[in-house]
């Protein structure tokens, strides 16, 4: 595609729920990261993906959270247990590569845990 | 670890006017400094950036400064129009490009028509 593609735009769960988003990179991209964007907040960096090197999983805020990215493409973050704090945007970005200015960021999975 | 403030939160000019945005960091091996703009329901789209070894950078009616001994790094926009309206972040990193950037937490910019 033309862009980064997330999948779903909006999620509503129940609390203790399991949820998986989804992203599709810019094809080509090597670099491909997850953001958190909760209201009035910045952006919170959560994983970062390069090649097929180990990610760096500095930002994920618990062990609830995991991310995996297959064929150095299609990467998925998982949060389990969810709790309302998990509330949120994720954002999912690719770029060339980590060296590249430039990020390319996806429209973002809106997370409402009930 | 990098820390990135961010100021004003909100930022209300009339048409025409110009706008400025500051950001401070505080990690002196930061050299690189983008500004990526957020449409409502959108994700944010990167409008420019400025390496460590330049001290200004203009693109039309967007120009970013950098101060590097003071540590900040500001945003400017002329002749400000309906369509600026958005939320701007700032960030920083140390690393050659995008990797481990640090963002502010936003300036939602409104412009009065």
């Known amino acids: 595609g033309a862009g980064v593609s997330q999948s779903p735009s909006n999620k509503v769960t129940e609390k203790g729920k399991d949820v998986e988003l989804r992203c599709d990179p810019i094809?080509?991209?090597?670099?491909l990261y997850w953001y958190r964007q909760s209201l009035g907040q910045g952006l919170e960096f959560l994983i970062y993906?390069?090649?097929?090197?180990?990610?760096?999983k500095s930002g994920l805020p618990s062990d609830r959270f995991s991310a995996e990215r297959t064929g150095g493409s299609v990467s998925t973050l998982t949060i389990q247990r969810t709790q309302q704090e998990d509330s949120a945007v994720y954002l999912c970005?690719?770029?060339?590569?980590?060296?590249?200015?430039?990020?390319?960021f996806g429209e973002g999975s809106r997370l409402t845990v009930l | 670890g990098e820390n990135v403030e961010q100021h004003p939160s909100t930022l209300s000019v009339q048409e025409g006017d110009s706008a400025v945005i500051k950001c401070t960091y505080s990690?002196?091996?930061?050299?690189?400094f983008p500004w990526y703009k957020q449409e409502l329901g959108k994700g944010p789209q990167l409008i420019i950036d400025?390496?460590?070894?330049?001290g200004e950078k203009k693109d039309q009616r967007i120009a970013v400064t950098l101060n590097k001994t003071a540590k900040h790094f500001s945003l400017h926009i002329t002749e400000t129009q309906p369509e600026d309206s958005a939320v701007y972040f700032c960030?920083?990193?140390?690393?050659?490009?995008?990797?481990?950037?640090?963002f502010g937490k936003g300036t939602k910019l409104s412009v009065i028509p």
């Open positions: 960030a920083a990193s140390s690393g050659a490009g995008s990797y481990q950037l640090t």
């Open positions: 993906f390069q090649g097929n090197s180990a990610p760096d």
């Open positions: 990690d002196s091996a930061s050299n690189y």
């Open positions: 400025i390496r460590s070894n330049v």
């Open positions: 094809s080509g991209h090597t670099a």
């Open positions: 970005a690719s770029s060339l590569n980590r060296n590249t200015g430039e990020l390319f």
